[in-house]
């Protein structure tokens, strides 16, 4: 429940103090019939996801990936989106407090886990408290995605507190704006250890998992999706439904989602 609670306040002051700071994204494309705003854990799958959609329906669909905090804070100035797949519930909570989602539009659609990650051929690491993480980084840092705003490092750093690796290991942390941006940082040798989403893991081959944080260490990760007010409701909740579909089900569990509901 602490970490629950740490959770929803750094989202909420995150929220808040960066309020101003907003820059919005790229206008919607012309040609687009569907703008999606997801998180960038989720890039790989729904690629594929909106492919099978276009496909499908003949409509085009526009990805837009980044860290859900700034995606969040992008919706909320009143950027050009129909669809928003947060990587928390959190941040999709704080707009649909803004009257930034479309009602009832909103239901879980996706889980992951957290792993540490290390260049290729890396030993496996022993994740028992108290964890010393220090002599594996060789001098190095930690990449991992902004502990104070992406739901990432959030999930992060409470899963490091609860291993007890966090005090002696925060001075060595590398934040990036959104996991895969510290799964990047890993994969070009920049880093010998990140802390990122399984799925991430799984999608670049020159990583290797080298522990799994329990799940009791951290919130549950859970991917909330909805369509936004004031966008293509119409195209936006076609394509909510698609995603319930046998075939955007299978592309994400490809990836390695939980994928939740029916």
């Known amino acids: 429940m602490r970490a629950m609670r740490c959770l929803t306040k750094a989202l909420s002051v995150a929220f808040v103090a960066s309020a101003s700071l907003i820059t919005l994204g790229p206008a919607r494309s012309a040609a687009a019939d569907l703008t999606i705003f997801a998180a960038a854990s989720t890039g790989t799958a729904l690629a594929e996801v909106t492919q ?3 496909d499908e329906t003949g409509y085009e669909a526009v990805l837009s ?5 700034a995606l969040a804070r992008q919706i909320a100035a009143g950027a050009p989106a129909d669809v928003f797949l947060s990587a928390n519930p959190e941040w999709m909570d704080t707009l649909e407090a803004a009257s930034r989602i479309v009602p009832d539009s ?3 659609l996706l889980g992951n886990s957290l792993v540490l990650i290390a260049p290729a051929g ?3 690491i022993e994740l028992t408290p108290p964890v010393d993480l220090r002599p594996h980084l ?4 930690l990449a991992m995605a902004l502990v104070d705003a992406v739901p990432a490092g959030i999930y992060g750093q409470a899963a490091l507190e609860a291993l007890g690796a966090w005090s002696d290991v925060a001075p060595f942390v590398a934040q990036t704006d959104s996991v895969r941006a510290a799964l990047a940082l890993v994969a070009a040798g920049a880093a010998p250890l990140g802390l990122v989403y399984a799925t991430d893991a799984l999608a670049e ?4 998992v080298v522990a799994r944080l329990p799940a009791a260490t951290h919130p549950p990760i859970i991917y909330p999706v909805a369509a936004v007010a004031g966008g293509n409701t119409a195209q936006a909740e076609a394509f909510l439904i698609h995603l319930r579909g046998a075939s955007a089900r299978a592309a994400f569990a490809r990836q390695g989602f939980a994928v939740l509901g029916d």
Request: aromatic share 10%.
């Open 65 to 69: 990936l980044a860290g859900t905090s």
């Open 205 to 208: 081959p020159r990583v290797a």
């Open 106 to 108: 909103r239901y879980d």
């Open 122 to 124: 890396a030993p496996q």
């Open 52 to 54: 099978s959609w276009e």
């Open 138 to 141: 060789s001098g190095g840092p």
